[in-house]
Structure formats: structure tokens, C-alpha cells
């Protein structure tokens, strides 16, 4: 900063010089700060000159200290500057962890929805191959039952007749046959008829 007058009183450097008066006006110096004013060319000429000789006197030093304050302006400045950096450093990897945090969390959540979904195809495949199988099951038995006869000879029943096919005897009281051997022989008949049929069945399926 180059010299500037100021006030003698309270050093403000807020002051202007005015002619005050008619005819023949006098040279005021006036101080807006305090109000001090000092009148005459010649006081104020004085004042400008011990004032610019005590500013040149203590200009090294001065700029000694200016260059000093802005040395230490300077150091603040950049140790706000580290700062600053620091900690927008700091934001970025808080930020990339953050990032990578919700990527690891999308992949575990997407890993974890085919899981699911493979769980549940596994489910619905194992479904219809059991139903296919049951189908399969239920159509065979169809198709046995179909082509198993129960009886290979039929039994023809004549109303009153002993029912065993080898007697022609009239059947005993609330008896389809005459007597319990007839009984005995019909039902070792059947037995043989129904193992018999099996055995034609077992043969058409193999
Ligand atoms: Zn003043
Ligand atoms: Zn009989």
C-alpha cells in the first residue's frame, strides 16, 4: 500500500481537503472519522511531509511485515487447501465404498433371486415328473386291469344248482353249492384260475 495522508488525531485515513470561505477561502483538511480538521496550506503541507517522512522511515519494515502477513496468508491458505483436498479425498472413497457396497449387495440379491428361481423350476420339474410318473403308473394299471381276465373259464351259474362247474346237485339251504367239499373245490378252483391269470398277465406285460 503507497502512503496516504491521514489524521493526526485518530490516524483514519478518511479525510479530504476543502477550500472553506468566500472571497479568500482557507485550505481544511477534515477528518470524517473524528472530526478533527486542521486549517492552512501551509499546517497541512507540514502534516503531509512529517507524516510521509515517518512512512518512508518505517517502509521496510513494513514491508518486511506485509511481506511476512502474506507469507502466513499464503500458509493458511494452503494448509486449507490440504485440508479441503483431504477431505474430499476422504468423501471419494467414502463414496466408492459406499458404490462398491451396493454393488456387493445388487450381487448377492441377484445371486439369491436365481437361487429362488432355479429352486422353484427344480420344484416344478420334480412336480410334473412325479405327475408324469403317476400318470405313467395309472395308465399302466389301466392297461392290466384291461388285459387281465379274472377268470380264464367262466362260471356259469344255473339258478338251484350246486355252482361248483363239475356238479350238477341241487344247492343246500342258503348255499350256492350242495355241500361244503363242492364249497372247497370252487373256491381252490378260483384261487388256481386267479394265479393262473396272473401269471398270463405278468407275461403280456414283461
Ligand atoms: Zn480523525
Ligand atoms: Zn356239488
Known amino acids: 500500500m503507497g502512503f496516504r495522508l491521514h489524521c493526526p488525531k485518530c490516524e483514519?485515513?478518511?479525510?479530504?481537503?476543502?477550500?472553506?470561505?468566500y472571497?479568500?477561502?482557507?485550505m481544511v483538511l477534515q477528518c470524517h472519522q473524528c472530526g478533527k480538521q486542521v486549517y492552512g496550506e501551509e499546517a497541512?503541507?507540514?502534516?503531509?511531509?512529517?507524516?510521509?517522512?515517518?512512512?518512508?522511515?518505517?517502509a521496510p519494515e513494513r514491508q518486511k511485515a506485509e511481506a511476512k502477513a502474506e507469507a502466513e496468508r499464503r500458509r493458511v491458505a494452503e494448509e486449507d487447501r490440504k485440508i479441503l483436498e483431504a477431505e474430499r479425498a476422504k468423501a471419494r472413497k467414502k463414496q466408492e465404498q459406499k458404490e462398491a457396497e451396493e454393488a456387493a449387495r445388487a450381487a448377492e440379491l441377484k445371486a439369491w433371486a436365481e437361487k429362488?428361481?432355479?429352486?422353484?423350476?427344480e420344484e416344478a420339474a420334480a412336480k410334473r415328473a412325479a405327475e408324469e410318473a403317476k400318470e405313467k403308473a395309472e395308465q399302466e394299471a389301466r392297461r392290466k386291469a384291461a388285459h387281465v381276465p379274472v377268470c380264464l373259464?367262466?362260471?356259469?351259474?344255473?339258478?338251484?344248482?350246486?355252482a361248483w362247474k363239475d356238479c350238477?346237485?341241487?344247492v343246500a339251504e342258503n348255499s350256492k353249492y350242495c355241500c361244503q367239499e363242492c364249497r372247497k373245490k370252487a373256491a381252490r378252483?378260483?384261487?388256481?384260475?386267479?394265479?393262473k391269470a396272473e401269471r398270463v398277465a405278468a407275461r403280456a406285460t414283461a
Do not use: F, M
Not at 153 to 162: A, K, N, S
Not at 189 to 195: E, S, V
Open 44 to 58: 497541512i503541507d507540514a502534516l503531509h511531509d512529517e507524516q510521509k517522512r515517518e512512512w518512508d522511515k518505517v
Open 189 to 195: 378252483w378260483t384261487y388256481h384260475q386267479k394265479k
Open 12 to 21: 483514519s485515513t478518511n479525510v479530504h481537503i476543502e477550500r472553506n470561505g
Open 168 to 170: 350238477d346237485n341241487p
Open 153 to 162: 373259464v367262466p362260471i356259469v351259474i344255473i339258478e338251484g344248482i350246486c
Open 116 to 121: 429362488i428361481r432355479k429352486q422353484q423350476a
Open 23 to 26: 472571497g479568500d477561502p482557507i
